[in-house]
């Protein structure tokens, strides 16, 4: 009986070793075929972009109109200062709409004393049902005639974003987080794809960026440094390798699945005609453009998601443990949400590239890889107890793949050397090599605990919130003269 | 390279006794090969967007001289994209009429960006008729691209032809680019056209047709409007109303308070601002309407007399 268990567990070693090296030889051949294909759909889109002139957006009396909604909660501290820089960014013809979400600070008060408001008797066009609107504003001075302010009962991110759609009158919306700094020419970068395409664009998105450290002066960034700490240095690796390996790739495939929370760009017709945001998950960014694709293949409109690999946006990155695990959760229930709401159109050849390659590589890759990884080292630790663990195996295993980590790191630096040049003193990239270097010994590990507490959290029905991101602020500098 | 370059080129403008000889000299010492020419021809060409009138011209001659219009015209016999419209903006830039021909074969390329800068460079050489493109074209125009060919017709300073001439073509996107050209330069001529195209079966065109109408204010278009409006989508609908405010007088009252109690709340919405900028009757009619709490359509006149919305 011994010998039939010990030659069973023997077995299931070997059998355990072959899954686990199957999977990592399937994950790594996926980023190393989405970094080749980001770096072709790079290469296209840098000779295309050669001869475009963004500006004759500016004068142009055929330009699309715009929407830009940013909903706040809590934002007493920049809410003046953020408000201030979306008002002067370079578009024509754009309103922008703050759609305060109930809330607990002054955040209300100090716009209103901010930007001169008084209360409008605007009827809304209800067309998304959202929590109780209390008040809508308008500024008393002409200069600021493009802001729009509603007041409304907390609802949440997503029930912000819905009233904010109710309100707006422009067919282009573009949904930002309020504490991000957009390029001044964003909006322009942004609304282009709607005007290029022979199919339907429904949705646009661009990079992310980390402005921890980085100089921001009346809501415009004047200065870009790499993080001074760890946590948020590594972010900006993450990133890299998100946006311009990552969703390079999958929009050149026309199978992107996520346009990022903070900043995107929508057609209105199609969100409301596919609901809206939902308010019932914490990852509504990716649910509603998984819900907009599946309108569309339902209905048989051929349509695309774009995407800019220009740095568009900068966003406070989590600083501290305790916040970037609360994040990590959060984006791990909110993907296991949206992948469950539309798990039909897992291996559904009806929903083409999103049915039959999108959402499964994103079940097997972005959901399942964290659990394969825990689980993955709990058996080898059950193993080591019975010993029966193969130490040769394991640690040339763990090498291969802390050497892969560190070349698709280095990589994303690379590429964004040489597209963008963002962080220009050699003193940056070195700082982000060695951060590569440590990334999978001490942050890899808190992303993935982080990812099994959010698969927990909803299974066991706790923490369906947002919960709360402590600001800090950007670092502000007055330049004396 | 590129000192050499500037320094050449700056002698030869303010020069005239540098001739062909001295051109040649330079060129074969510094034009080798075929980086050197492109250098010195960006170079040539980034000064030459600076300039005009007779410098501009000299320019032009050395450009001749050098044999770089060789070298540009080739780049269209080349197989990429982007070679070929590299090569287009070069003739464009230095005017080369003689290639107007071979630039027009581009027109219909498969490629949408090359077909752009092909249409613009048309646009920029052909002065004297430079839309007249749009008789061969077969592809859609994007609307980036009409971006384009209005920015590059504004910048250009030329003489705009009657686009109706091709509101009747089969592209509807070179339809609703001509609708829009027709409202941006004040096409008066081009008011019976528009309103035959309210029956055009793309909504799209209506839609433009609709909105070159209120620009022009076209006031023999109101009784189409009625007659269409029932019948017409709701953001179809919404732009009559927003067009007959502007075009027709204070009978189209009853009209605007019908569509104020339409059971979409976007046409009601629509139809109050109408009322409102319909004239003084409309704007009395809805203050009673705003003092009068128990009337359900109460908010509906409050929010189209607030001239801040």
Not at chain 1, 91 to 109: H, L, P, Q, R, W
Request: glycine share 4%; proline share 3%; aromatic share 10%.
């Amino acid at each position: 009986m011994k010998e039939v268990m010990q030659d069973f567990v023997r077995e299931a070693s070997v059998f355990f070793n072959f899954l686990v090296l199957l999977y990592a030889i399937g994950i790594c051949l996926y980023y190393v075929v989405l970094s080749a294909l980001s770096a072709r759909a790079m290469y296209i889109y840098k000779k295309k972009n050669s001869f475009i002139d963004y500006r004759i957006i500016l004068s142009s009396p055929f330009a699309p109109s715009v929407s830009l909604i940013a909903p706040a909660y809590n934002e007493s501290l920049t809410i003046v200062d953020n408000v201030r820089s979306l008002l002067t960014l370079h578009y024509n013809n754009y309103e922008v709409i703050i759609v305060n979400d109930g809330s607990k600070d002054n955040t209300m008060d100090l716009l209103i004393q901010a930007y001169e408001l008084e209360r409008v008797d605007m009827e809304v066009d209800e067309r998304i049902a959202t929590k109780k609107v209390r008040g809508i504003y308008k500024a008393k001075n002409p200069a600021y005639h493009k802001l729009l302010v509603v007041d409304k009962e907390n609802g949440g991110k997503a029930d912000a974003l819905n009233v904010g759609v109710n309100v707006s009158r422009n067919k282009l919306i573009a949904c930002i987080d309020v504490d991000c700094v957009l390029e001044s020419d964003s909006l322009l970068k942004l609304v282009k794809p709607f005007m290029e395409e022979d199919r339907k664009v429904i949705a646009t998105g661009g990079v992310v960026r980390i402005a921890n450290s980085c100089v921001v002066e009346d809501g415009q960034l004047v200065s870009v440094h790499v993080p001074d700490k760890f946590i948020a240095r590594v972010q900006v690796l993450e990133y890299f390798r998100a946006f311009l390996m990552g969703r390079m790739a999958w929009t050149h495939l026309d199978g992107l699945l996520l346009i990022s929370g903070a900043f995107g760009m929508f057609d209105k017709d199609i969100v409301i005609r596919a609901g809206g945001y939902n308010h019932k998950t914490v990852g509504e960014d990716m649910e509603l453009l998984v819900r907009m694709r599946r309108l569309m293949y339902e209905e048989k409109v051929p349509c695309k998601v774009a995407f800019i690999p220009d740095p568009l946006c900068w966003t406070e990155a989590p600083q501290t443990l305790n916040i970037l695990r609360r994040q990590r959760n959060r984006w791990t229930r909110g993907t296991i949400e949206t992948l469950m709401l539309h798990r039909k159109m897992i291996f559904n050849k009806n929903y083409g590239i999103h049915g039959l390659i999108s959402l499964p590589l994103w079940v097997l890759f972005e959901w399942l890889a964290p659990l394969i990884e825990f689980f993955g080292l709990l058996f080898f630790l059950f193993l080591v107890l019975l010993g029966y663990a193969d130490f040769t195996y394991f640690f040339s295993f763990l090498g291969v793949v802390y050497s892969f980590a560190i070349m698709t790191s280095v990589f994303a630096i690379l590429f964004e050397e040489r597209s963008f040049q963002q962080y220009k003193k050699p003193g940056h990239m070195l700082s982000l090599v060695v951060t590569a270097l440590l990334e999978p010994i001490f942050f890899h590990p808190v992303v993935v605990w982080s990812a099994l507490m959010g698969n927990l959290d909803l299974l066991t029905g706790k923490n369906n919130s947002w919960g709360e991101m402590t600001r800090t602020g950007f670092a502000q500098k007055k330049v004396s003269v | 390279m590129i000192k050499e370059s500037q320094q050449f080129i700056t002698s030869f403008m303010f020069d005239e006794d540098i001739g062909q000889e001295e051109v040649s000299k330079f060129r074969r010492k510094h034009l080798i090969n075929s980086s050197r020419c492109q250098i010195f021809t960006n170079t040539l060409l980034q000064l030459h967007k600076n300039i005009v009138g007779e410098l501009s011209d000299r320019l032009r001659l050395l450009y001749m001289q050098m044999g770089l219009h060789v070298h540009s015209k080739q780049k269209l016999y080349e197989g990429s994209w982007n070679t070929i419209a590299n090569g287009i903006n070069e003739l464009a830039e230095m005017d080369m009429q003689q290639d107007v021909n071979l630039i027009r074969s581009f027109i219909n390329h498969y490629h949408p960006t090359l077909r752009s800068v092909a249409q613009v460079a048309l646009l920029r050489i052909q002065k004297e008729t430079p839309f007249s493109f749009l008789d061969d074209l077969q592809e859609p125009i994007l609307e980036w691209q009409q971006l384009q060919l209005a920015s590059a017709a504004h910048k250009a300073h030329i003489a705009m032809p009657a686009f109706k001439r091709w509101v009747f073509k089969k592209e509807d996107s070179i339809v609703t680019f001509c609708i829009r050209m027709i409202a941006l330069y004040n096409q008066h001529e081009a008011e019976d056209v528009l309103v035959e195209l309210l029956n055009h079966p793309s909504e799209k065109v209506r839609a433009e047709a609709i909105k070159a109408i209120r620009t022009l204010e076209t006031y023999g278009a109101k009784e189409k409007l009625v007659e269409l409006y029932d019948n017409e989508t709701v953001d179809i609908k919404i732009d009559i109303l927003k067009t007959l405010s502007i075009i027709a007088d204070d009978d189209m009252l009853p009209f605007y308070l019908q569509a104020m109690t339409s059971a979409e709340k976007r046409l009601r919405l629509a139809g109050a601002k109408a009322m409102s900028l319909s004239g003084a009757l409309g704007r009395e009619a809805l203050q009673r309407l705003k003092s009068d709490l128990e009337n359900e359509l109460q908010p509906v006149a409050a929010y189209a007399l607030d001239d801040r919305l």
